[in-house]
């Protein structure tokens, strides 16, 4: 029972991974900056560019950014000051 637990863990983990790497490389591609796949797509058709960036934007901000309901829900600070003094720690 335990082996299941720790592959549905491992298996929602992956997911997560996937679409939080999928909602930022959207959001950030979509930037019309001229080496970016987002300024071809502003030349070519801003309405497609705007309902491609909105959307992505949109996604970014509601799952990453909302502290209620989004990515990072969980009511601790744990997590992240165990990151911030890891990486303070590693970089000094």
Known sequence: MAELD???????????????AGIEAAAFAMVPVRFLPGASVFRWSRRVWLILFGSAIFGFFHILLNPAHGYLADGTRTPLLLFAVTSIGFWT
């Open 6 to 20: 720790l592959v549905n863990i491992g298996l929602e983990t992956a997911l997560a991974t996937v679409v939080v």
